[in-house]
Nanobody, 119 residues
Framework: QVQLVESGGGLVQPGGSLRLSCAVS????????MGWYRQPPGMQRELVAT???????NYADSIKGRFTISRDGAKNTVYLQMNSLKPEDTAVYYC?????????????WGQGTQVTVSS
């Protein structure tokens, strides 16, 4: 059974920081591209960042320089360090896993964690 379990969301003031974690089980972590997506209120889900098995990262323009994605193969966990948070970063953040070496539509999602940036 594949599980992606996010944690670390919450309420933070503008300019603050949060670190999201996503613990992964049921798949061979090193064979998957891991990603973070977010869905702001009333809007579509959008890409935040992805990281390949070899550590290459890709970021959405809106968060470049403020967010950092990383992964720990020993813990089967992917992280999203979020700094200089803005109210427009308010969203439900989702963890995603998709195979790195297969052409497939299979992917896995976590249940999401709420991030609210407000004073």
């Amino acid at each position: 059974q594949v599980q992606l379990v996010e944690s670390g969301g919450g309420l933070v003031q503008p300019g603050g920081s949060l670190r999201l974690s996503c613990a992964v089980s049921g798949i061979t972590f090193r064979f998957y591209v891991m990603g973070w997506y977010r869905q702001p209120p009333g809007m579509q889900r959008e890409l935040v960042a992805t990281i390949t098995p070899d550590g290459s990262a890709n970021y959405a323009d809106s968060i470049k320089g403020r967010f950092t994605i990383s992964r720990d193969g020993a813990k089967n966990t992917v992280y999203l360090q979020m700094n200089s948070l803005k109210p427009e970063d308010t969203a439900v953040y989702y963890c995603n896993a998709r195979p790195a070496y297969l052409v497939t539509t299979i992917e896995y999602w976590g249940q999401g964690t709420q991030v609210t940036v407000s004073s």
